[in-house]
Structures are given as structure tokens and as C-alpha cells.
């Protein structure tokens, strides 16, 4: 079946850090693979998404790169703020017929002035 | 444009009781979604609606039961409360027919058992 790990946190950094969350997967076929964010209090929203082998999806200064030979779609940023402060969510959904969201436990990003 | 509203937000109930969550999104979108979320556990789906009229489980479906009322709205119901349903439930959105399609989510219903 389908599967997502990531790196369990919680990720504690200084503002203006480098930011990697690694993300693998496994899935049957070539999946979309999406990033979500959880911003305290709030509901999950798309932070980005790449629908096939070597796609980078990017937003607001985050960037993840579909890669089939490693079944990872890592999310990078490079200079963290302290409003990126949030609970990060790595997901994947095949592509062919119907299909559900499968997510990964989420990963805390908290970072500090 | 109020996107997916969930009431209500905070509940508290004793164990054996009953309660609705109810859920409505305003996009028409033609697939529906309860999850629960739970520390270290991150999203797992209850229950889902593919289009108006039909109802599936999906991981962690027991105790819950659902009522898909028409395109718009979505409502999960506990019967018979437990301690172990205590969590931050999500109901979510999406429109199908496309592939890469997000999911939209509410700001979330967070039910006590005691």
C-alpha cells in the first residue's frame, strides 16, 4: 500500500536558517506528491505539489523536487522566518482513478528570532 | 468566499454520548472528508464521499458513522461517545476530475471525551 515518512520533529531553528524536512515515500506507480501546511489554530493548506518524476514544486520561497530514483520529495527553504512556524504535512496521491490523500505524521517547524 | 465550515468548533461530552459534526463547503466540489487528527499520529481518514450519494470508510472508521446530505455538506456522527474519539477532527473538500487536485480543509472541530 501507500506510505509516507518524514522526520519527526519538532525542527527548531533560527530565523534566516536553512530548512530541509525530508519526505520518502512508498507507493505502486508514480504518485502526486504534495506538501501541506498546519498553521497553529488552523486547518491544513496546499504549500506546494509536483505531479511527476523531476518536477519542483515551490511557494512563498519553499521548494520540493519529485525524485522517482529515491522516492523523496524533500522540502527545502533557504532562509526560515519565524511565521513559517508551523506543522508540516508530506502527502502523496496516485494518479489513475479515484484515490485518497495518504499523509505522513506531520513535522514541527518552530523557529526563533 | 467561506471555502469549507465546520461546526462546531470546541465540544466537550461524557462518554456514551452523541454528537454530529457538521461540515459544508461552498465550491462545489464533488468528494467530501473526515479526519482526525491526533498528536503523532498526523491525519488519518474516517470516513469519505466521493460524490453526492455514496459513502466509504476509510482507515479508522469505527465508531463513526457519516451522512452525506447533498453536494454541499458532510456530517459525521459519534452514537455512543469514548475517550479514545478525544481529538481535533478535519473536514475536507475536493474537486474531482482532476488529478493533481487539492484538497481544501476547515479549521477544524476539536471534541473532548471525559
Known amino acids: 500500500g501507500n506510505s509516507v515518512t518524514q522526520m519527526e520533529g519538532p525542527v527548531t531553528l533560527s530565523e534566516e536558517a536553512f530548512l530541509t524536512i525530508n519526505c520518502t515515500y512508498t507507493?505502486?506507480?508514480?504518485?502526486?506528491l504534495f506538501w501541506y501546511v498546519q498553521y497553529p489554530g488552523e486547518g491544513l493548506q496546499l504549500l506546494l505539489k509536483?505531479?511527476?518524476?523531476?518536477d519542483k514544486g515551490s511557494n512563498k520561497g519553499f521548494e520540493a523536487t519529485y525524485r522517482k530514483e529515491t522516492t523523496s520529495f524533500h522540502l527545502e527553504k533557504g532562509s526560515v522566518q519565524v511565521s513559517d512556524s508551523a506543522v508540516y504535512f508530506c502527502?502523496?496521491?496516485?494518479?489513475?482513478?479515484?484515490?485518497?490523500?495518504?499523509f505522513g505524521k506531520g513535522t514541527m517547524l518552530l523557529v526563533s528570532p | 468566499n467561506a471555502g469549507v465550515t465546520q461546526t462546531p468548533k470546541f465540544q466537550v461530552l461524557k462518554t456514551g454520548q452523541s454528537m454530529t459534526l457538521q461540515c459544508a463547503q461552498d465550491?462545489?466540489?464533488?468528494?467530501m472528508y473526515w479526519y482526525r487528527q491526533d498528536p503523532g499520529m498526523g491525519l488519518r481518514l474516517i470516513y469519505y464521499?466521493?460524490?453526492?450519494?455514496?459513502?466509504d470508510k476509510g482507515e479508522v472508521p469505527n465508531g463513526y458513522n457519516v451522512s452525506r446530505l447533498n453536494k454541499r455538506e458532510f456530517s459525521l456522527r459519534l452514537e455512543s461517545a469514548a475517550p479514545s474519539q478525544t481529538s481535533v477532527y478535519f473536514c475536507?473538500?475536493?474537486?474531482?476530475?482532476?488529478?493533481?487536485?487539492?484538497?481544501?480543509f476547515g479549521e477544524g472541530s476539536r471534541l473532548t471525551v471525559l
Open positions: 509536483a505531479t511527476k518524476a523531476d
Open positions: 507507493a505502486t506507480g508514480y504518485p502526486s
Open positions: 464521499s466521493a460524490s453526492e450519494g455514496t459513502t
Open positions: 475536507a473538500s475536493r474537486l474531482e476530475g482532476v488529478n493533481t487536485g487539492e484538497l481544501f
Open positions: 502527502a502523496l496521491r496516485r494518479n489513475s482513478g479515484y484515490s485518497t490523500l495518504t
Open positions: 465550491m462545489n466540489h464533488n468528494s
